[in-house]
Nanobody, 124 residues
């Protein structure tokens, strides 16, 4: 099992940037693919970005491609999501998730460990 704690959310204006971080502990972090998901009020949880165990494989939702960047530091057991050019439609609770395999996935059903989430609100 991996324990995950997100941080870095907040209230920003459209066009601003935010950097979310997720600190992991427990099972070997470096062997786990990681993902970021989000859930807006009244909507289902959706995929945002994923990164494989090495950090050299990343994949993004079309809605964030070119604006968001996922990265990881296996020495510090952290994964980050740099969010630029934020839009009001990016408003959601953002969740960090860990997968028990090295390869990444965009399906939330493939992730067994989740953080508590951090709120991101983008005003227009």
């Amino acid at each position: 099992q991996v324990q995950l704690v997100e941080s870095g959310g907040g209230l920003v204006q459209a066009g601003d940037s935010l950097r979310l971080s997720c600190a992991a502990s427990g099972r070997t972090f470096s062997s786990s693919a990681m993902g970021w998901f989000r859930q807006a009020p009244g909507k289902e949880r959706e995929f945002v970005a994923t990164i494989n165990w090495s950090g050299y494989g990343t994949y993004y939702a079309n809605s964030v491609k070119g604006r968001f960047t996922i990265s990881r530091d296996n020495a510090k057991n952290t994964v980050s999501l740099q969010m630029n050019s934020l839009k009001p439609e990016d408003t959601a609770v953002y969740y960090c998730a860990a997968r028990r395999y090295r390869t990444s996935s965009s399906s939330d059903r493939e992730y067994g460990d989740w953080g508590q989430g951090t709120q991101v609100t983008v005003s227009s």
